[in-house]
């Protein structure tokens, strides 16, 4: 899962990056409104972490302004404003949830997990494809109710295959979603955890037909 982590204090954003990368997702940060529109803009997300107080375009213009260009992906806005009003103008604005610091990261963490549990394109809490199944809550992977081991890189490449069962992935596309705006990718990484996945998910099963398939010139599926 890929988050965009949208905070002017440095401190939060860094430290909520942290956490939400040691869960094993990829995660962008912007420290004002104007720069953190223009990744959403123009990036694909699961889901935004907006303060409401940012310099340059505060987290109600910048939600309203995503959801007046057709962009829903789920807002959860973080703010020190907790009166009711503030709160209804939040999610009136076009944002999903909202979270009153200060927080406990652990609350943080179940109500993001939360926002990617609703329905996007009909999606169940548990991911299952061709008898492979996959719990974003609990990171457990097994295939045919044999358990699976699988690093949290992986894990977030897998979920994201099993999210769009049948249709074809480019590296682009895989790379836009599982990795950091900033990561360093060289030109061969997705090839090296494609691989390492059907290690693990195919090879031990022979007399199964195998999950993931390469597309060449095209890129990868699962399904």
């Keep these: 899962m890929r988050i965009l982590v949208v905070e002017d204090e440095h401190r939060i954003a860094n430290s909520i990056k942290k956490g939400f990368e040691q869960e094993g997702y990829a ?16 990036e694909e997300y699961d889901i935004m972490v907006l303060d409401l107080m940012l ?12 959801r007046k260009n057709k962009i829903h992906t789920p807002i959860l806005i973080l ?39 609703r329905p996007k394109n009909s999606l169940d809490t548990v991911l299952s494809v061709n008898g492979l199944t996959l719990d974003p809550k609990t990171y457990e992977v097994k295939r045919d109710g044999k358990d699976l081991k699988i690093s949290s890189k992986e894990f ?4 994201y295959m099993m999210r769009n069962p049948g249709k074809i992935l480019s590296k ?6 599982v990795w ?28 199964k037909k195998p999950l993931i398939t390469t597309v060449r010139g095209f890129g990868y599926k699962i399904g």
């Design 27 to 42: 995660v962008d940060v912007a420290y004002d409104g104007e720069a953190g529109y223009d990744l959403a803009a123009t």
């Design 79 to 117: 703010t020190a404003k907790g009166q009711i009003q503030d709160k209804v103008k939040g999610l009136d604005s076009g944002a999903d949830d909202y979270l009153v610091k200060p927080f406990s990261f652990e609350e943080l963490l179940a109500r993001v997990r939360a926002l990617s549990r």
């Design 156 to 159: 977030s490449l897998l979920e």
């Design 180 to 207: 950091n705006y900033d990561a360093d990718i060289l030109p061969n990484t997705v090839e090296v955890y494609i691989k390492s996945l059907r290690s693990k998910i195919d090879d031990p099963f022979q007399n």
């Design 55 to 66: 310099p340059l375009m505060d987290g109600i213009a910048m939600t309203k302004e995503l």
């Design 172 to 177: 682009d596309q895989i790379i836009s979603h």
